[in-house]
């Protein structure tokens, strides 16, 4: 076979593959919708017995909602039921608003003597309550009803069962984990993150860099610019593979130039399609793009991902990808589409054309010129018991 039928064949795997994990969503979107709107026994009878566990803990939980998402109402309901039921206080219920993602009420909860913080919602909520829960001591807990949902899969945290994800809030180990910052440092004024706005008392139109707190991962390049072009109406209906769909417009972008300078070493400069700096490396559909990521190892994991050739490029580099995740490496050089790994605590970028650049799934805008930086052990989150 020509390499044209071969790079055919690996498109038309990848087009089922989407067919199929849509179909997987939508299922669970469905049941997720029936186990919280049911109100058959099992529900309740595991509604009972996590109100008795709070009870026995004597734990004061907030919830910190974002109620944009449709299942918040519903949650919000059984939660209170449940604590009635057992003749417990009512939990501290905050929602986000357009001004506010969560990191005001999050520090509203702290101030209220929460013992811990649930952020219910998707990555940008989890971002809010990491940034007003960093340095605190006080531990969160998530409760995933996002598209993404990033660091409740890297924690192991339950996407489709919300009364599951609530009962590791309450009663799972506290493990503290690395928090990475990155801040702009020319013309943050041209940016946008309102949970870095949120966070401090400068104007929204400020020159003066702010940190943008991320979880997972941040990234120049092709990757938010997939992010930035997502329809949102079609990631409401199939969720995240709506990315890879936004992530085909790009195939054929020009790479970017960019100068990179780790720690104390040399500056490089490179061409490349993305430029990923990752706290920990799963993504959703099974994809691991930093498999040596660890949460709480404090350093940044730094990929380096570049393809030519066109979509024969792109088809090398979805097998590097694969290998990876199953723990395998190619480390042949003559590659048309690789990712190269490394390491850093410190990560200076400059990018002279700008470029797109996202936190945690939340685009930030184009910059020019940024610093990334680890904060070892600033976050204390609930996950399951090993």
Sequence with gaps: MTWEAWVAVVAGALALLAILL??????????????????????????????REVQSSGQLVAFVANPSKPDVAHLRAAVVRACAEQYLPAPLWFETTVEDPGVGQTRAAVDQGADVVIAMGGDGTVRAVAEGLVGTGVPMGLLPLGTGNLLARNLDIPLSDP????????????????????????????????VAEAADDLPAGTDLPRDHIFLVIAGVGFDAAMVADTDEQLKARVGWIAYFVAGMKHLHGRRTRVHVRLDDQATTSTRLRSLLIGNCGRLPGGITLLPDAELDDGWLDVAAIDTRA??????????????????????????????DHTRAQEVRLVVPGGDQVQVDGDVVGRVTELHARVDPGALVVRVPIA
């Design 22 to 51: 849509g179909l997987v969503v939508l299922v669970r979107q469905r049941d997720l919708r029936r186990r919280i709107e049911s109100p058959r026994a099992g529900r309740a009878a595991r509604a009972l017995r996590l109100a």
């Design 163 to 194: 009364l599951a994800a609530l009962q590791i809030a309450v009663e799972g180990r506290d493990r503290t984990i690395d928090v990475g910052w990155l801040r702009v440092l020319r013309f943050e004024s041209d940016v946008h993150d309102d």
């Design 310 to 339: 066109g979509i024969a490029g792109w088809a090398q580099l979805f097998g590097e990808v694969v290998l990876q995740g199953v723990g395998m490496r190619n480390d042949l050089r003559a590659k048309i589409g690789r990712i």
